[in-house]
């Protein structure tokens, strides 16, 4: 018998769908906005680059989510860009020192809104991926037994519970850090880690690793995070932040950015995840 913390892999729990009126409404003034934006300057190339994360990016296939997004935001802009993939943390690293203009799916917290500036257009929860012999049914009682480590990419930020979670285990030293998500998942089924955060756009990572037997998900009683282009205040003044911020709002408005969603997830995910 499952706990309320606990679900399913092949049942996983589906974000709240938010009142159709509302995001009409929405949708509409981000509409009008949209129609009387500046475009961006495009007197210079620029930069920007993807991690490897499941759904949002495969460095193997160069697709995903984030991939579909940034050339429609490319497209709409008619500016010239240089496109790469590296690891997370230097991401944040170079968008923090100007190195790099964009990047994409980021999610903001204190510290980075004093170099980053946002556009959002993903909202997805985090959940905590745990070993089923790790014996552990919540968060609580993973974190009551000493024996038992988390894996995590470098420089990676979740949601509130998760986050505390993370560093009170840090602090004891029970926090093992890598360079991307794929060496997490062979950590995971080695029992190398006992448990890892994974979002929607993992699942099928998991599944394809024949994880699914092996594991369960947590819920943390997190809220969603707003996941979003991400571009360094270092390089962009905040008068071209607002351009690019409306051409992503734009996206959002005419339903292309539910189009793209659509191709990986069912329809009431897609709504789900573009509905803020």
């Not at 991401?91 to 500036?117: C, H, P, Q, T, V």
């Not at 950590?187 to 599944?207: C, D, G």
């Not at 571009?231 to 734009?250: C, N, V």
């Not at 339903?255 to 191709?263: F, N, S, V």
Request: aromatic share 10%.
């Amino acid at each position: 018998m499952k706990t309320s913390a606990e679900t399913n892999m092949t049942a996983h729990p589906k974000p709240a769908l938010r009142c159709w009126t509302a995001g009409l409404l929405a949708g509409m003034s981000l509409l009008a906005s949209a129609a009387g934006a500046e475009m961006p300057d495009c007197s210079r190339r620029f930069t920007l680059a993807f991690h490897d994360h499941g759904l949002l990016f495969s460095k193997l296939s160069q697709t995903g989510i984030d991939k579909d997004v940034a050339d429609e935001l490319i497209r709409r802009s008619g500016c010239a860009f240089n496109v790469s993939d590296m690891p997370r943390a230097r991401i944040w690293r170079w968008i923090e020192s100007g190195e790099l203009d964009f990047s994409m799916s980021g999610i903001s917290n204190e510290a980075r809104e004093k170099y980053a500036g946002f556009a959002w257009y993903l909202y997805n929860k985090y959940y905590f991926l745990v070993r089923k012999d790790a014996q552990a049914s919540s968060l609580v009682e993973f974190e009551r037994n000493p024996a038992l480590k988390v894996g995590s990419v470098r420089s990676f930020r979740y949601s509130r519970n998760i986050n505390l979670l993370i560093d009170r285990l840090t602090s004891q030293g029970r926090i093992t850090e890598v360079a991307d998500h794929e060496q997490l998942l062979v950590m995971l089924k080695l029992n190398r880690i006992q448990a890892m955060v994974i979002e929607p756009f993992n699942y099928s990572q998991v599944e394809n690793r024949a994880l699914g037997e092996l594991t369960r998900l947590l819920e943390s009683g997190d809220a969603p995070v707003l996941h979003g282009l991400i571009m360094s205040k270092k390089s962009l003044p905040e008068s071209e932040q607002r351009k690019w911020r409306a051409i992503i709002d734009g996206m959002r408005a005419d339903g292309t950015l539910l189009a793209i969603m659509r191709k990986y997830f069912t329809e009431e995910e897609a709504r789900a995840f573009t509905s803020f």
